[in-house]
């Protein structure tokens, strides 16, 4: 299509000079150009040749007028051309020019109602309507026969890199009724979680053998996490943990363990008890070890109300109120020290060599029967 490019310079009233230029289609812009003409438009000679698109000039009523011309392309599919527009006019406007007639089953990008407000390019698609579920709503949309994630694009319909379709992106839209979109996000966000506490066992001889003494209470810490969470459609998924970091530090629990006494007591020879102290004894039996269990307030064969820490006898083999310890030969459990209060049949014929004693029954039958090595200290 033949055009004319020019440039005028224009003196305004005021008597300032205004450097303006121009491209213009001759067949779209005949009209506007002699439009101009009665204007008596002041316009200085010399004027240099440029591409810019734009012509300007000062009417007698002493207003400035611009008017302007975009080149558009227009591509239905077989033929190619290119078109001047104004700025305003239509994209059906320019497919009637360009002699296209939409079908049933085509549309154009951008739409027939979509106004030019550039250079911009036109196509015409062969098309089909799919149902389109995203963002909480279904639409019937026409789309073009191109692949899903193109025919999206272009019907304006945005998709994330990691949004999830109910068909592959490079489907045909022809082989496609319907497409569910799923928004996938991320969100960064900080949580704080407790650090617990390390249990320290320290050896005194300060309290006796066999006992226990908290020396510093312990107490969590806390760490913030900051997490990159995936949400999908609104709703969370997963989440991977981006950083850590320790906003209280944890304060250890310290416990003192017994051991006055350990060197003084014994001479046949020493265990390590279940806190590591190596105790000296005066001497060890092995047998059978059983359980037993009695309500609270009953009484023992010393006369003690029965507890745990206390365990059954014979005390011809072990004297009453002797400290023992009782641990299962092969160090599947431990009973721990125990202070020897009361005795039973079992004890008397040899048939045990120690009964502990627990106030559950369940943990009785835990306990069932096992061979024991029982260490008499004193």
């Given at each position: 299509?033949?055009?004319?490019?020019?440039?005028?310079?224009?003196?305004?009233?005021?008597?300032?000079?205004?450097?303006?230029?121009?491209?213009?289609?001759?067949?779209?812009?005949?009209?506007?150009?002699?439009?101009?003409?009665?204007?008596?438009?002041?316009?200085?000679?010399?004027?240099?040749?440029?591409?810019?698109?734009?012509?300007?000039?000062?009417?007698?009523?002493?207003?400035?007028?611009?008017?302007?011309?975009?080149?558009?392309?227009?591509?239905?599919?077989?033929?190619?051309?290119?078109?001047?527009?104004?700025?305003?006019?239509?994209v059906s406007r320019l497919l009637r020019e360009a002699h296209i007639s939409l079908g049933?089953?085509?549309?154009?990008?951008?739409?027939?109602?979509?106004?030019?407000?550039?250079?911009?390019?036109?196509?015409?698609?062969?098309?089909?309507?799919?149902?389109?579920?995203?963002?909480?709503?279904?639409?019937?949309?026409?789309?073009?026969?191109?692949?899903?994630?193109?025919?999206?694009?272009?019907?304006?319909?945005?998709?994330?890199?990691?949004?999830?379709?109910?068909?592959?992106?490079?489907?045909?839209?022809?082989?496609?009724?319907a497409v569910t979109i799923k928004r996938v996000t991320y969100r960064e966000e900080t949580v704080s979680e407790s650090v617990?506490?390390?249990?320290?066992k320290e050896n005194s001889d300060?309290?006796?053998?066999?006992?226990?003494?908290?020396?510093?209470?312990?107490?969590?810490?806390?760490?913030?996490?900051?997490?990159?969470?995936?949400?999908i459609d609104g709703k969370r998924d997963s989440s991977e943990t981006v950083t850590e970091k320790i906003v209280k530090k944890p304060v250890d629990e310290v416990t003192l363990v017994g051991t006055k006494g350990a060197s003084e007591a014994g001479g046949a020879g020493t265990f390590t008890d279940e806190n590591g102290v190596k105790?000296?004894?005066?001497?060890?039996?092995?047998?059978?070890g059983t359980a037993y269990t009695a309500p609270a307030g009953a009484?023992?064969?010393t006369g003690n109300?029965?507890?745990?820490?206390?365990?059954?006898?014979n005390p011809s083999l072990i004297p009453y109120g002797s400290k023992v310890y009782v641990e299962a030969t092969d160090g599947s459990r431990v009973y721990g020290y125990a202070t020897a209060t009361d005795t039973g049949g079992a004890l008397m014929d040899g048939s045990a060599v120690v009964d502990v004693f627990y106030f559950s029954y369940d943990a009785c039958c835990n306990w069932g029967r096992r061979d024991v090595n029982v260490y008499v200290l004193s």
């Open positions: 299509m033949a055009h004319n490019s020019f440039r005028r310079k224009y003196l305004t009233k005021a008597g300032v000079l205004v450097l303006t230029s121009v491209m213009l289609c001759v067949s779209a812009f005949a009209v506007a150009e002699a439009a101009a003409e009665p204007d008596e438009s002041i316009a200085l000679p010399g004027a240099e040749i440029t591409e810019n698109k734009i012509y300007d000039y000062l009417s007698n009523d002493g207003e400035f007028h611009v008017l302007s011309a975009y080149e558009v392309t227009v591509n239905d599919g077989d033929d190619t051309c290119k078109l001047l527009a104004q700025s305003g006019d239509t049933k089953n085509q549309i154009s990008v951008p739409g027939a109602d979509a106004e030019i407000t550039g250079d911009t390019e036109i196509r015409v698609y062969d098309a089909k309507q799919v149902s389109v579920n995203a963002d909480g709503e279904t639409k019937k949309m026409m789309l073009p026969e191109v692949t899903v994630e193109e025919a999206l694009t272009l019907a304006g319909v945005e998709l994330g890199r990691e949004d999830i379709l109910s068909v592959k992106r490079t489907d045909s839209v022809k082989e496609t009724d617990p506490y390390e249990k320290v300060e309290v006796e053998l066999g006992k226990t003494k908290i020396k510093t209470e312990g107490s969590v810490g806390e760490k913030a996490i900051l997490k990159r969470v995936k949400y105790v000296p004894y005066r001497y060890k039996l092995t047998g059978s009484l023992t064969a109300a029965v507890q745990e820490g206390c365990v059954a006898i």
